[in-house]
């Protein structure tokens, strides 16, 4: 979930050197796709988070990028039916079932948010791919659950009015920071401990944001 915004800004380099830019929080996605396994699976269904709206800037200098990214662990939501949809899942969940995932993502045993109340992304460099002029290479510190871990993904830089689309996906282990995948009926229904993350982000000039 994270430094996609630092690409899509080296992008940018070329026509606006040290210009900051800003995430568009009304705008884009941020998606965590879970899936489930186990020899009951069928019974249970893959999870679809949504882990936005992110906060986030982005500076573009001669000798060096950087980026923020910051997420509000309490405002995920899970299971909503457009990002199912998005995602190819067609297997429907009800209000009831969802408010329990929702209840349990975000308490003790999984996210935690009163604990920890942010997920964030600091860069710690930023490198175009060479031979693929929109794609650049993302490397940075994550923090999640009171625990960090380093990262590097690809980004995909695009126009859009107004700034730019970053896509890309970037996969993560839960247990590698200290949350145990969700799981019942003595294992035979779990979530697997790998989470994919993809991310679809509009980045503005600073101080364009609500204008």
């Not at 909503?80 to 297997?91: I, L, M, P, Y």
């Given at each position: 979930m994270r430094s996609l915004i630092l690409l899509l800004l080296c992008v940018v380099a070329a026509p606006a050197m040290g210009q900051t830019w800003t995430v568009d929080p009304s705008t884009g996605y941020f998606?965590?796709?879970l899936l489930k396994e186990g020899l009951l699976s069928s019974l249970g269904h893959d999870h679809i988070v949504d882990a936005g709206p992110a906060r986030g800037t982005a500076v573009i200098a001669d000798s060096s990028s950087s980026v923020h990214l910051e997420l509000d662990a309490a405002?995920?939501?899970i299971e909503?039916?457009?990002?199912?949809?998005?995602?190819?899942?067609?297997?429907h969940v009800e209000d009831g079932?969802?408010?329990k995932i929702r209840e349990g993502m975000r308490g003790p045993k999984g996210l935690d948010v009163k604990r920890y109340p942010a997920i964030k992304f600091d860069s710690t460099s930023i490198e175009k791919v060479a031979g693929l002029p929109h794609i650049w290479e993302v490397t940075g510190v994550f923090s999640l659950h009171g625990s960090t871990g380093t990262l590097e993904f690809p980004v995909?830089?695009?126009?859009?009015?107004g700034g730019y689309?970053?896509?890309g996906y970037v996969r993560i282990r839960p247990s590698e920071y200290g949350m145990k995948p969700i799981s019942v009926l003595g294992g035979l229904i779990r979530?697997?401990?790998e989470a994919l993350v993809k991310f679809n982000l509009a980045l503005r000039p600073s101080g364009s944001i609500g204008q």
């Open positions: 998606h965590v796709i405002a995920v939501e909503a039916d457009s990002s199912r949809r998005e995602e190819g899942f067609t297997k079932d969802r408010a995909v830089l695009t126009e859009r009015p689309w970053a896509y979530v697997q401990d």
